[in-house]
């Protein structure tokens, strides 16, 4: 049984990733307009999304959701938080949008109530994130979910294909 609660917004619902997501998930985690930026290089087969569900399904460590579109009752994104492996004592909020659903407003409207959760319910009081610096839309979502910019760096995909020149966000909570 998944630890996720099931969260919701005005227009979506964030609830546990299950493996009957992997085709919708897959139409944007091999999408390389989504992926450009990712820590995570373009995912070519669906097998790779599968082994990606699997591994929300038992990461101990972080919390993760799809997002649904109350709209069309349609999985159109993801997003996560965990505990920061570089700056201690901070939670790492990530996520990412299929890009037709890109520039609406849904990445800002679930990363609140991701962040509301994790403060609400978890205790969590320090929020970071980052974003490469090609990529300014995705600090406005931070800014607006209330994260500020605190320095430049840098971050390479997991399979180390690629380094970004980053910035780096971070929130505090009372």
């Not at 919708?24 to 999408?31: M, Y």
């Not at 450009?36 to 082994?51: L, V």
Request: net charge negative; aromatic share 14%; with cysteine.
């Amino acid at each position: 049984m998944p630890k996720e609660p099931v969260l919701e917004t005005e227009r979506l619902i964030l609830r546990p990733p299950t493996l009957d997501d992997a085709e919708a998930c897959f139409s944007w985690n091999s999408d390389e307009r989504v992926t450009k930026f990712m820590s995570y290089s373009t995912i070519t087969d669906i097998s790779g999304t599968i082994d990606w569900i699997q591994s929300t399904l038992t990461d101990e460590q972080e919390w993760n959701w799809v997002f649904v579109l109350k709209e069309e009752n349609r999985v159109i994104g993801s997003g996560s938080i965990g505990p920061n492996a570089e700056m201690k004592g901070y939670w790492g909020v990530g996520y990412n949008l299929h890009y037709d659903y890109w520039h609406k407003g849904y990445c800002t409207e679930a990363v609140r109530a991701i962040i509301d959760f994790a403060h609400r319910e978890l205790g969590v009081t320090k929020i970071c994130s980052e974003h490469a610096i090609d990529n300014p839309r995705s600090g406005k979502v931070l800014e607006k979910c209330g994260l500020q910019f605190f320095r430049y760096g840098e971050y390479t995909k997991l399979d180390g294909s690629q380094t970004f020149q980053a910035k780096f966000y971070k929130m505090e909570l009372d």
